[in-house]
């Protein structure tokens, strides 16, 4: 139930047809994780928190850097070397205070994935390598989980929505395969524009506000490639692969 400061906090998305009130008291009643408080999570925590998202979990064992400034706009100077979630978690919360906050100062490994990710309606990852990725995925399939993954690197970005414990539905390994060592973008060594990390992210939030209240035509099965350099978008389907490792494997009854 919304209460009367929650109905004029959130008017102006809720007198939109197709989301109405029951888009947010979905929202109000749904559990986000983010996997990095990075470039792409600072914008994705900014609008989740701001729409009514209820519960938020935000999962990264960094610390802020001068050099993250530019594309990670919740931190500032004074937070250099504080933890990412808890600065971000914070900011999220004086953003909109209806919501529940939870910070975890931790790496995402294959001993805690189905800890930190279980009870949750959606996991949106955006963190900057492979391995994470792919334990990421491995537990959203195991946990029945929907998976939004978004990923950038100098002027290129992606999104796509998977849930691979769906019989004819793929999971990020079947894009990608099950190599945690294959080479991936690295902002550090191929650069980053700070804006369309921020575009991406916001993008990643829309999504995940769409995947949760169900308005819209779905991302799921779909990638979405974004090509700033000469302003380009397109969308690709994703097919199941019937030689995934992951998705494959004997799993636990379809929701």
């Not at 080479?183 to 990643?204: F, H, K, R, S």
């Amino acid at each position: 139930m919304l209460n009367d400061a929650e109905l004029d906090r959130y008017a102006r998305q809720i007198i939109l047809p197709p989301f109405g009130g029951a888009g947010q008291a979905k929202l109000k009643a749904s559990h986000v994780v983010l996997i990095g408080a990075g470039g792409l999570g600072c914008p994705a925590i900014t609008y989740l928190a701001a729409a009514g998202v209820g519960q938020i979990s935000i999962i990264d064992d960094d610390v802020v850097e001068l050099s993250n400034l530019h594309r990670q706009p919740l931190f500032t100077d004074a937070d250099i070397e504080s933890p990412k979630a808890k600065v971000a978690a914070e900011a999220a919360h004086r953003i909109n205070p209806h919501g529940i906050i939870r910070p975890h100062v931790t790496r995402l490994s294959a001993d805690n994935a189905e800890c930190l990710l279980a009870g949750s309606d959606l996991i949106l990852d955006g963190c900057d390598n492979f391995a994470t990725r792919l334990i990421t995925n491995a537990a959203a399939v195991r946990l029945n989980t929907p998976l939004l993954s978004a990923a950038v690197g100098a002027f290129d970005g992606q999104i796509a929505l998977y849930e691979g414990w769906r019989a004819d539905r793929p999971c990020y390994a079947c894009l990608v395969g099950d190599d945690p060592h294959r080479d991936g973008i690295n902002c550090a060594e191929a650069g980053v524009m700070g804006a369309l990390v921020g575009m991406v992210g916001t993008m990643a939030a829309l999504e995940a506000i769409r995947a949760l209240t169900g308005w819209g035509r779905s991302l799921r099965s779909r990638l979405t490639l974004i090509d700033m350099m000469d302003r380009q978008w397109r969308e690709v389907g994703i097919a199941k692969d019937p030689a995934c490792p992951v998705c494959q494997l004997p799993q636990k009854a379809s929701a």
